[in-house]
């Protein structure tokens, strides 16, 4: 039986086995960890035969895009910014369990212009073996338009990316998760670039106070805070509690609250449908 080292060091080696396979690439690049280290991977494997694709959309936080292009930069892998505009297809904004699909749809119908204009022979994404549990629409999107997923395919965990990372000395290796500014805001809310800005807001005045780990989710007149459970103490504070009342309240919420079950990803599809829940690659 191989030890931990090395069945990482074994997926590592098909990881990049997979890439060299797929000639000139696109990777879908959001700077998050498991993009990161994608177009990293993909850069060591392909050299000047691959090039990273961020969407500069209003759904990401002005901090994530340049922590982004910051890292490309660092790592000296090419990197081209691209707009898109998911907040014009009524089907995005509406905000139903199908939202992520519609703005992956869209991204990945830009990549595919570009793909044929450039030249390349695939688009490839981060999607990785604990992405296939929880509502993951985007994956549908992936799959319609024949998007590859090198780190699934090599088998990779998050836990195990995280790993790889910080082997190689990636400054990425240890960043919080993050999905976009939209999975902030409640199913059947309209996303706009108003309720976006404010979400954004709010969570630079968050990370302000030196929180690490947490969301803001818009629920209209409420604002729902997630803190990781091992910041939690430091939250409910009641110094901090009059701290948060008084930043959320000057950004138009009449309640604050604080969520006594911390941070956890994906909170907000709890409050789908069963169908929608069902209905995981829909």
């Not at 088998?155 to 995280?162: A, D, F, P, S, V």
């Not at 901090?240 to 599809?269: A, C, H, Q, W, Y």
Request: net charge negative; hydrophobic share 45%; proline share 3%.
């Amino acid at each position: 039986m191989l030890t931990a080292d090395a069945n990482l060091e074994t997926k590592s080696v098909l990881l990049q086995a997979r890439l060299h396979r797929l000639g000139r690439i696109l990777v879908a690049y959001s700077g998050g960890v498991d993009s990161a280290y994608l177009a990293w991977a993909a850069h060591q494997a392909l050299g000047a035969n691959m090039l990273a694709i961020i969407a500069d959309s209003p759904s990401l936080a002005r901090t994530q895009l340049a922590d982004a292009i910051d890292f490309a930069r660092e790592q000296a892998i090419p990197l081209e910014v691209i707009a898109t505009s998911e907040l014009d297809r009524p089907e995005y904004m509406r905000n139903d369990g199908r939202r992520c699909f519609f703005c992956k749809d869209e991204l990945f119908t830009m990549m595919e212009e570009l793909r044929q204009a450039r030249g390349f022979d695939a688009i490839a994404y981060g999607v990785n073996l604990d992405d296939q549990g929880d509502l993951r629409p985007g994956q549908k999107a992936a799959s319609d338009h024949q998007v590859v997923a090198p780190l699934l395919d090599a088998g990779l965990t998050k836990e195990e990316i995280r790993s790889l990372a910080r082997q190689a000395g990636l400054r990425i290796w240890d960043k919080p998760a993050s999905a976009c500014l939209s999975s902030r805001i409640e199913y059947g809310r309209p996303v706009t670039r108003e309720s976006l800005d404010v979400v954004e807001k709010g969570e630079d005045a968050v990370r302000a106070l030196g929180f690490r780990q947490f969301r803001v989710r818009h629920h209209g007149e409420i604002v729902r805070i997630e803190i990781a459970r091992e910041e939690l103490p430091r939250a409910l504070d009641s110094a901090m509690t009059t701290e948060f009342t008084r930043i959320f309240k000057g950004l138009g919420f009449k309640f604050v609250t604080l969520d006594m079950e911390g941070f956890r990803s994906g909170s907000m599809n709890a409050l789908l449908p069963a169908q929608d829940l069902l209905q995981r690659r829909g």
